[in-house]
């Protein structure tokens, strides 16, 4: 076994010879879109997008270029994500950086920002108040200030780390201007009228946690996973707490696991808001739950 867990860099090997290779070392070292992957990693190595490395899958790798090769197979071999690799993935139209200790944005919560967005369609050009609820990256707050152009968000989150995740995210995407950061345990510290809240709160039951996979389990931070016994706390905890953050006719999404749908949208009716529809992922599972305040 090599330093760099077993893919040795050979100067001189060709891309196409390179990215084969890689396939095969992460198939045999449990990765699932193994090929997918390599591609991925080796675009990066090289600095090449897909077309360049269509066209010239014979030109050989550099020194440079092996060398950050086998330190990118070695991570992904350890089971660290190509997004957390790469330190970037696409959200909605978005490009943002992913950052350690810090959950790494999924298309999954895509859902939540379609559903959001189709909710407050007929106020698009108003200065709309948003809250994210947990920001993390700050993926969702950033979907909306983007179709959203005369919007003002705020995004709350307990960890430091995500905080500032946000922060570099509202910055690169140009949205720093129209957004506000706050630390703390979910909107305990604001007080209400927002006309729109997200949220992609942790929902994974503390049981379960263990076996995710190791690409959760090892590189997402269990501030971000962890919903309690049951999954719901957070959701509980925010449900409760919507009517008096939310301004009348406001609506909220949050993104739930699979199979949570229903009792979330208990939850926010118990809370006396008014069910706003669902949206399914693109599995097919209703991943997305809005309820709306009274007018
Ligand atoms: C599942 S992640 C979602 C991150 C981001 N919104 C996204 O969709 O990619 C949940 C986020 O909630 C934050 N969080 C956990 N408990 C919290 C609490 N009590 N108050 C505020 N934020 C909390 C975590 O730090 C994490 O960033």
Not at 61 to 66: F, R, T, V, Y
Not at 188 to 200: E, M, P, R, T
Not at 277 to 293: C, K, P, S, Y
Request: charged fraction near 25%.
């Amino acid at each position: 076994m090599s330093e760099t867990g077993g893919f040795e860099a050979r100067a001189g090997e060709t891309r196409g010879q390179a990215l084969s290779r890689l396939a095969r070392f992460l198939e045999a070292s449990g990765v699932e879109a193994a090929r997918e992957d390599a591609r991925l990693l080796l675009f990066d190595a090289c600095g090449l997008t897909h077309a360049e490395f269509v066209l010239s899958p014979e030109t050989p790798l550099g020194k440079a270029e092996a060398g950050l090769l086998a330190e990118h197979a070695a991570r992904r071999a350890a089971r660290e994500p190509v997004s957390r690799i790469l330190a970037t993935r696409g959200f909605w139209t978005l490009d943002l950086a992913v950052f350690p200790d810090v959950l790494d944005p999924r298309p999954d919560t895509e859902s939540v920002a379609a559903l959001a967005l189709s909710l407050v369609s007929a106020r698009r050009d108003e200065a709309l108040r948003l809250l994210d609820l947990g920001s993390g990256s700050g993926a969702l707050l950033c979907a909306l200030l983007a179709e959203l152009p005369q919007a003002f968000g705020v995004a709350v989150d307990l960890s430091p780390q995500a905080l500032l995740a946000t922060r570099t995210n509202l910055t690169r995407c140009g949205f720093s201007a129209r957004a506000a950061l706050l630390r703390g345990c979910w909107g305990g510290a604001l007080s209400g009228a927002f006309d729109l809240i997200v949220g992609n709160p942790p929902y994974v039951r503390s049981g379960d946690i263990d076996e995710l996979s190791p690409e959760v389990r090892l590189h997402d931070p269990r501030l971000a996973l962890d919903g309690g016994v049951d999954g719901l706390s957070c959701i509980r905890e925010i449900a409760a707490d919507l009517p008096r953050l939310l301004a009348p006719g406001g609506v909220a999404v949050l993104e739930v696991g699979c199979g949570q749908a229903h009792e979330t949208a208990a939850l926010l009716a118990a809370a006396g808001l008014d069910d706003a529809g669902t949206r399914r992922d693109a599995g097919g599972r209703e991943r997305a739950v809005a309820a709306r305040r009274r007018l």
